[in-house]
């Protein structure tokens, strides 16, 4: 009783996926490459404030290096490195991860005021102060 009308669902089906293969080809799949961690975030903080119409791209434009983590992961520190033909200057940007994402909170930059660490995990202060990048400036 139900047997024609499944025959003819199934012949349906079976002619819609053959036009489709037809017309538009087998599927193709595109691949991203792998990113680093944290680039998505540096590329968008790296974009604020730019003349250029398109966010600066990590691999093709800078990489991350030296980064580490602190406070259970919480926050992060990276260092902006430009590849060989990026407009890009080196540079450091601090990261805390907000609700389960990572973003920059200070940086891009190469200074900072000694006030900036007040508001950071002692261990992230301490790291950044070693690494000079921290200085206490005179306002006059």
Not at 62 to 88: E, H, M, Q, R
Not at 90 to 117: C, H, N, W, Y
Request: charged share 15%.
């Amino acid at each position: 009783m139900y047997k024609k009308p499944l025959i003819a669902v199934g012949v349906i089906v079976i002619a819609t996926i053959a036009t489709h293969y037809v017309l538009f080809g087998s599927a193709r799949y595109i691949g991203l490459t792998k990113a680093q961690p944290l680039i998505g975030a540096a590329s968008q903080a790296l974009g604020v404030g730019s003349q250029s119409s398109s966010m600066p791209s990590g691999s093709k434009d800078y990489n991350l290096g030296d980064t580490k983590y602190f406070s259970n992961g919480d926050w992060a520190v990276a260092s902006i490195i430009p590849t060989k033909n990026s407009k890009l200057t080196q540079a450091v940007v601090i990261m805390q991860k907000r609700e389960g994402v990572f973003q920059v909170v200070l940086g891009p930059g190469t200074a900072f005021d000694s006030s900036v660490t007040l508001n950071l995990p002692t261990d992230l202060g301490n790291y950044i102060t070693q690494r000079g990048y921290v200085y206490a400036f005179s306002y006059r």
